[in-house]
């Protein structure tokens, strides 16, 4: 792995120009994971995948194919209702994990379409929102869970914490750490000492120490309390340096957390006067469809996740909500190996 003597990331300006697309006619690309061979697998709201090939080409993989999202009479129905996989990771056989934010549950699904569920209660309890998988070293899996709200929207609220981390043993889950606000990704830092933790309606990352027993202790802040206005982090993904790149989703920016917890918008997409409302609605615990689904525009609206990909690791491609394609560009470090990547 490079060598750095200064984080590189202090003087790299993303322009416009320097971003290009790929994918057409996506269906709510959240999360997207990239193999070695250039391979790109894109969540999509079809009921499954999308692997998009290194010429281009694409191939849906559904579990049972849904024109829900499409045909969605509104933009709530469309983003409330139906199978919505959200968060993706590899199984170690190359299944791929799929986290469900329309099932609530957590689905095991082949490279040809072929499904299980592994979980949808926890605790003899529904389970709730499943938003994001990801697997560890030790080939645990965790989940996160935002809300327990069945209706998502309504637990856009500044003062719900009901969010939570779960990890997937013996044929169950279990719960590792609650008390989250809309609990989104999760990321272990490159010696899995910590798990840091996006809190979308708490404006902020938190992390917890991994101790030798596979529990989560030590709860803190890492880098600003508050990300800025408009600041409902979503995605993130660490780089070989030790940054922490990181998307806002209703106000379609992107950041970078230096290992200090300095903080460094490399893209702002948003509109200001709808960033503004929604942040309003939401400090008063009243977001309504209207002045939600009003934001969201740019090259990645709803921008969602941030995946490092290519032979190097050194592209970034950015997830989002409402994006029909993917956008990437080349980042000054390479991007952190997953546990998936093997050359």
Not at 32 to 48: C, K, N, Q, T, V
Request: with cysteine; hydrophobic share 35%; aromatic share 10%.
């Amino acid at each position: 792995m490079a060598k750095f003597k200064e984080n590189p990331i202090h003087d790299f300006e993303l322009l416009k120009s320097d971003i290009k697309t790929i994918g057409t006619d996506l269906q709510r690309p959240e999360c997207i994971l990239a193999e070695p061979d250039g391979s790109l697998w894109a969540a999509d709201a079809r009921g499954g995948v999308m692997k998009i090939s290194p010429n281009g080409s694409q191939k849906l993989i559904t579990q049972t194919g849904s024109d829900f999202f499409e045909a969605a009479d509104s933009e709530a129905t469309r983003y409330l209702e139906g199978t919505l996989p959200n968060g993706l990771a590899f199984a170690d056989n190359g299944d791929i994990l799929i986290s469900n934010f329309g099932t609530d549950r957590l689905e095991r699904m082949t490279r040809t379409g072929e499904t299980i569920v592994l979980a949808d209660t926890i605790e003899g309890e529904e389970i709730g929102k499943v938003n994001f998988v990801l697997r560890d070293s030790k080939n645990r899996i965790w989940i996160t869970i935002s809300t327990k709200t069945k209706n998502w929207m309504h637990a856009l609220k500044h003062d719900l914490k009901d969010g939570y981390v779960a990890r997937y043993e013996d044929g169950a889950f279990r719960i590792m750490a609650d008390g989250f606000g809309f609990t989104n990704e999760i990321r272990f830092d490159k010696n899995e000492e910590f798990l840091y933790i996006v809190e979308t309606t708490g404006g902020c990352i938190t992390r917890m120490r991994l101790t030798e027993n596979g529990d989560l202790v030590d709860r803190e802040v890492f880098g600003p309390s508050k990300l800025g206005k408009g600041a409902w982090p979503d995605g993130i993904a660490f780089d070989a340096y030790g940054n922490l790149w990181g998307t806002t989703v209703y106000s379609d920016k992107l950041f970078v957390l230096t290992p200090e917890g300095d903080m460094k918008t490399l893209l702002d997409e948003g509109d200001p006067a709808k960033v503004d409302a929604l942040e309003k609605a939401f400090f008063s615990n009243n977001v309504t469809e209207d002045v939600l689904f009003a934001t969201g525009q740019g090259i990645a609206p709803w921008m969602a996740s941030v995946t490092f990909g290519g032979p190097d690791l050194s592209t970034v491609y950015i997830g989002s909500l409402k994006g029909k394609n993917i956008p990437y560009f080349k980042s000054p470090v390479p991007g952190l190996p997953m546990v998936h990547w093997k050359k």
